[in-house]
């Protein structure tokens, strides 16, 4: 007995011993960084104008079957267990992953690093980087060309911090707004989705790093993730779940895709044959890699294999070399179908490994002056003014007194502190914006967090103007860790089992009853207030929205929010921000949501396509968002150059007839006229930023192809165009009443 505690005594007490010997060591493992394009001095002409199509040919002819595997996960489980003890759990560093490496062949590496609102893998020198606003925020912008330069600045940091492989955006679709991950993502509608995706993905190969657009498919529930099966008719997947995925894949051409973890239809996403072959490559033509999401993103290497999965994540697992090798003996796989996978991810990654770099990716560009700018801009752009009655902006004035009141009114507050956390410098929190703001005014600006209820009330009785901070941080929401047998467990017993972690779900919509009491009582003592919110999606505001008379959604909004928030409130920038996402009048009408669960429905119908067609009462729309200037859309009318038969082109007018310069965002709604099938009231086809001075006009053109009318028909398994009459509206907004129907439906 005594022996065999001892025994016990000293296995344990060697495993700590080699934990630790492995933390160090790996720490400098991770330093030693290799080179992620090709090198130049082995080759006699320019890299970019090497063919690697037949370079990947070519190296897969000399490969041995162990080196084609090597090609297909991403590091040795004994070197990346350790890189991640040593780094990212001793040092909340995340390493740099080399997938790969061919020394003997010459093959460079790639590296993968998130990057939803800024590059995660930092290297030896770098301790932080530009840290965005979160994608939630940035599709509330509706301004895409930001979002191009948001991924441009993304990417070139990612090269300066030695990693060439983004894994983003993530465009799952916002399905309920309790999504613990919502913030990551582009919102409720698939053109919304689309459109942020393409852009995203075009601002990151820019510089040469390979996008990996994610989580292909359906993960839209984050508590139940690793284990949840959906199930899904036809057109619900085809025309409301992957219509962004399909267009970011044929637009946006992106390098890789990420698997998901969840289940479609009883198979888990990194080893669904009819998503990864069937959909992916032949009805849409993806010629890039596919890599699964990390750690438990498959179970079954041979099926991953069969269905098409390129590379395994971060470390060989279900890729071993032995179950490859059975396989093969087996007969359940061939050698061919191992030649193609290593042959799609090379021919793909060696055109980034061999391209032409226009700038030097050196550590200077990270935080540079025009990143911080951009940084400060998207913020601005983002923030959606929900409600104002005649209070903001509020006048910048002297001698008077400011209050910034909540939680986080002084917080760094950048949103999930999972896989799309991204380390700044600094945080520009909302009382530190609205103290740079009245930096050189004489004028007091008190910070309370409202924790001792009197003495917050007492303050707010002599403010001449009150804002008061509200919301979520990473604790309320985000990406979620748990074992995958408490997750198994909790989903089984339809509620949490075990203890609660950090993120996850919402499980309520409402603010929390501290942020819920102060508004109601600070409201009640004086009414010169604004209530900020941050978070990552929709909230339920019944309870105070009567209470107060403005209310800004700022969202989780990067390093530069606060000091963007001081400009919207203050008037210095106008409002511009939308609504991604309808919030409902009540939460029992969003389609069913349950955090615990291990089998779910995804209908078709959600967001306003789902309160439009069931005549649900709504709190605010779909693409609503206040100015400070009022504009006029008028003339709406066909253009006068409809030659091409496949698009429709539309030009609307727009006037500022305020005095005030502003921007708007006018979207264009189809609606199906005497449709045969069922189909939704009215969905988003075309949408336009536009930014006019007091008094300026504008005149607009949409175009819309007439493919984008179509509907998927479940029984002939095509997308077809009904010859029905086609409905045109456009507006500020989804609510019908903002909206200019065009005179006649249009027939196709
Ligand atoms: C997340 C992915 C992420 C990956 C790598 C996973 O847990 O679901 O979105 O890219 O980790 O950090």
Request: glycine share 6%.
């Amino acid at each position: 007995m005594k022996a065999t505690k001892f025994l016990k005594f000293l296995v344990i007490t060697i495993f700590v011993f080699l934990i630790i010997i492995f933390s160090v060591v790996s720490y400098n493992i991770d330093y030693k960084m290799y080179d992620l394009k090709a090198d130049q001095n082995l080759y006699s002409q320019n890299l970019w104008e090497i063919n690697t199509d037949s370079l990947s040919e070519k190296l897969l002819s000399m490969m041995t079957l162990e080196e084609k595997i090597d090609q297909m996960y991403g590091e040795k489980m004994y070197k990346s267990i350790p890189k991640f003890f040593g780094n990212f759990i001793l040092k909340q560093k995340f390493p740099h992953i080399y997938a790969g490496r061919n020394k003997r062949l010459n093959i460079p590496p790639w590296v993968l690093s998130d990057g939803p609102r800024g590059a995660r893998v930092l290297n030896k020198n770098i301790s932080s980087v530009t840290t965005f606003p979160v994608a939630m925020a940035r599709a509330a912008s509706w301004n895409t060309l930001l979002e191009y330069k948001v991924h441009d600045v993304i990417s070139k940091e990612m090269r300066a911090n030695k990693t060439n492989y983004a894994a983003t955006p993530c465009i799952n679709l916002l399905r309920h707004p309790g999504w613990g991950r919502a913030q990551e993502t582009y919102g409720e509608d698939p053109w919304l989705l689309g459109e942020f995706g393409i852009a995203a993905v075009k601002g990151i190969e820019k510089n040469n790093v390979m996008a990996c657009p994610k989580h292909f498919a359906l993960n839209s529930i984050e508590n139940s993730r690793w284990v949840i099966d959906v199930s899904i008719n036809e057109r619900a997947l085809r025309e409301v779940y992957l219509p962004h995925f399909k267009k970011v894949i044929q637009k946006g051409k992106p390098a890789s895709i990420m698997s998901a973890y969840n289940k479609v239809r009883g198979k888990y996403s990194g080893s669904n044959h009819e998503l990864l072959t069937k959909i992916l490559r032949n009805d849409w033509g993806f010629k890039g890699f596919v890599s699964t999401d990390w750690m438990y993103g498959i179970y079954d290497g041979i099926e991953a294999i069969n269905a098409g999965l390129n590379v395994e994540m971060p470390w060989q697992d279900e890729y071993s070399y032995n179950i490859i090798k059975k396989g093969i003996n087996d007969n359940h796989i061939n050698l061919n179908q191992i030649d193609s996978l290593v042959l799609t991810t090379l021919k793909t990654r060696l055109k980034f490994a061999y391209s032409y770099d226009s700038i030097k990716y050196d550590e200077k560009l990270i935080l540079n002056a025009s990143h911080i700018d951009l940084a400060r801009t998207v913020a601005e752009e983002s923030m959606v003014l929900i409600k104002n009655e005649d209070i903001l902006p509020f006048e910048i004035s002297k001698n008077i007194k400011v209050g910034v009141i909540g939680d986080l009114a002084n917080l760094e507050n950048t949103g999930d502190m999972g896989s799309s956390n991204s380390s700044s410098p600094y945080v520009i929190t909302p009382f530190q914006g609205i103290k740079n703001l009245f930096d050189n005014i004489n004028t007091d600006v008190f910070l309370d967090d409202g924790n001792n209820l009197d003495e917050t009330i007492k303050l707010a009785k002599k403010l001449d103007q009150i804002i008061l901070v509200v919301g979520y941080t990473y604790e309320d929401e985000g990406e979620y860790v748990m074992s995958r047998g408490q997750m198994l467990k909790s989903a089984e017993a339809k509620e949490l089992v075990g203890i609660k972690g950090i993120g996850g779900d919402r499980e309520s919509l409402k603010l929390n009853k501290k942020d819920e009491k102060l508004i109601k009582a600070i409201s009640k003592v004086n009414k010169n207030i604004v209530v900020v919110y941050v978070g990552g999606s929709a909230i339920n505001m019944n309870n105070w929205i009567d209470d107060v008379p403005a209310v800004l959604f700022s969202w989780y909004s990067g390093m530069e929010g606060g000091n963007a928030l001081a400009s919207i409130i203050y008037g210095l920038v106008n409002p511009s921000g939308k609504l991604p996402f309808t919030i409902a009048k009540n939460d029992s009408d969003y389609p069913y949501f349950n955090p615990y669960t291990d089998k779910i429905n995804y209908g078709y119908y959600h967001g306003y396509t789902l309160f439009e067609k069931f005549n649900k009462k709504i709190a605010y729309p779909f693409g609503y968002g206040l100015s400070y200037s009022s504009f006029k859309i008028d003339n709406f009318r066909l253009s006068e150059d409809n030659t091409d038969k496949n698009i429709i082109k539309f030009k609307v007018d727009i006037k500022n007839i305020s005095k005030v310069y502003g921007k708007e965002v006018v979207q264009l709604y189809v609606g199906f006229e005497n449709s045969q099938i069922d189909r939704p009231l009215k969905l988003l086809r075309d949408f336009k930023k536009v930014s006019l001075n007091p008094g300026e006009e504008k005149t607009l053109l949409f175009k819309i192809e007439k493919n984008d009318l179509s509907y998927y028909n479940e029984i002939e398994k095509k997308w077809m165009t009904e010859n029905i009459k086609y409905n045109f509206y456009v507006g500020n907004s989804s609510e019908n009443n903002s909206l200019i129907k065009y005179k006649e439906g249009i027939d196709i």
